[in-house]
């Protein structure tokens, strides 16, 4: 196929800003994946960023590629067998459904279709980017999220991270999503592919028979028309900063969470005004937040992944562990929103992150330490108190002064006795080694993201608090790192309408749409392994339709 770079209207009317093959919306990894794989293929690609600077969530993320059955896996001769995988994947993405003896495991043929081609794409994917010189990745030996799950055959080794340099300070140097980010827009560069920013779609534009063909955007301060010759792939994210569908879709509250602010169902709107069919509506990739710098700002830079330390627990207004504080943050996000049926309430809306000085005074490394002050930091969000009963105290006051932004939670009557009894029972686990209630510490991804323990102690997961304060407590909240709900699309990243069918010339990827994963996070990467290797689908999809030689707009 011959490329055409000629971004000018040509045959399409003096109306037409520019024309190209391929539009894509969107440069977080889905969008880039499918401009690099478009352009790789021939077609002329322009990037639409709303934003002034290119990356999406995917540049504040880790950038971590979670990928079934990579060339890292074969090398050390870990077997992926396909079947074992999609049962994982299947279990995991709809529990609900599973049949183990079912030809598709319950599911629907078309959702079992998408977790198929995730399966068969991703690896392909990966490989030909980094054949191309696009990419450079490495493995990351983490075990999956659900490795405790029977259904996980190959437990280790789906994780790829893009390769930094030599002397690489995380915590200091640039996030490796930006890395990942820049190794994409350097494809791009080298492919002929043009980001532009500050561009935020308005409206879809249809020919006189109601096809898709281009869309009106506002650049800056100004209006433009484009044209795509041969589709449009949308890649902009979901709606976690979009209250109104926040509150009205999702199954929970959230506060917030790390998506870019972006992140406001634009497709949503525009799926739906052409006739996209919606799903998977209701979930998100659940993290837990700091409240009170969500207040401040609904997109955060950081949430809570993987709680640091080990004189700590996590209770909620009744003063009860409701969980294992070192779960993946997607299962410890869901926790929120238990319904009590009795009291009418969410309990665990809020929940009370508790620690002792040991935790602030730690001297341990890890990048996990987040938002655990230094001994020298004094933040305001951290409550503090020399004795249990004074921290008690000041954490209702606190609650007082939030009210407005949480709903009135405030600390039960039984709160403070109820808390006696949790902290009694905790310290006596912790003194064994074994957490009874919660198994907290013994799964395989908590045991890879553990820290070591102190001298004496049987674990690093738990450690009885100390005798003596000061004591402290940070409020935490539902979040989110972003929806994953949107217009659902086709094994072939096609947006398809409310009667099944696909919608000429209209392509998605990404948080922006129905994920593949349901109600799964499968692993580190999880949320950027499917939005590549649907970005990689759609550019290798859209480039196989004609090229459209003019147009008439319907008015």
Known sequence: MERDDNFESGTWGSEWTCVVDVMVVGSGVAGLTAAVTAAHKGSSVLVLERDSLAGGTTAKSGGVLWIPNNSFMRARGIIDKREDALRFMAKSAYPTLYNAVHATFGLPADKFRLIEKFYDTGHVAVDELSETGVLALEEILYPDYYADMPEDTAPMGRSLKPVTWEGFRRGIDK?????????????????????????????????????????????????????????????????????????????????????????????????????????????????????????????????????????????????????????????????????????????????????????????????????????????????????????????????????????????????????????????????????????????????????????????????????????HCIILGPAALDTKGGPVTDDCARVLSKSGEPIPGLFAAGNCVASPAGQAYWGAGGTIGVAFSYGYTAGAEVVKRKRRQGVTLAY
């Open 175 to 471: 996030l490796e999503g930006q890395i990942l980010i820049d190794q994409l827009l350097a494809g791009c560069e080298k492919l002929g592919a043009r980001v532009q920013l500050n561009s935020r779609v308005l409206n879809p534009l249809k020919n006189e028979s109601g096809e898709l063909v281009g869309l009106e955007v506002r650049v800056g301060h100004r209006t433009e028309l484009i044209g795509a010759r041969q589709g449009i792939v949308f890649a902009t994210g979901g709606f976690l900063h979009n209250e109104r569908m926040a509150r009205e879709y999702l199954r929970g509250p959230v506060m917030g969470g790390a998506a870019c602010e972006g992140s406001t169902g634009d497709f949503v709107n525009i799926g739906t005004e052409l006739g996209a069919t919606l799903g998977n509506m209701s979930h998100a990739w659940w993290s837990q937040l700091v409240v009170e710098l969500a207040i401040r700002n609904r997109s955060t830079l950081r949430d809570v992944y993987s709680p640091f330390g080990d004189s700590m627990m996590m209770v909620n207004r009744h003063g009860h562990r409701v969980m294992n504080e070192k779960a993946t943050y997607n299962e410890r996000g869901q926790v929120h929103f238990n319904w009590d049926a009795g009291r009418h309430e969410y309990p665990n809306y809020l929940l009370f992150w508790l620690f002792d000085d040991a935790l602030v005074n730690s001297s341990q490394p890890s990048r996990f330490r987040f938002p655990i002050p230094t001994p020298d930091e004094k933040l305001e969000y951290v409550i503090s108190a020399p004795t249990w009963p004074e921290l008690c105290s000041a954490i209702r006051e606190r609650l007082r002064k939030l009210a407005q932004y949480t709903g009135e939670v405030t600390l039960a009557p039984e709160f403070d006795s109820n808390l006696e009894a949790t902290r009694a029972r905790f310290n006596a686990m912790a003194t064994e080694g074994k957490d009874l209630d919660f198994g907290r510490g013994q799964s395989p991804i908590e045991m890879a993201w553990a820290q070591a323990p102190r001298e004496g102690a049987v674990t690093g997961a738990m450690h009885p608090f100390s005798e003596k304060g000061s004591y």
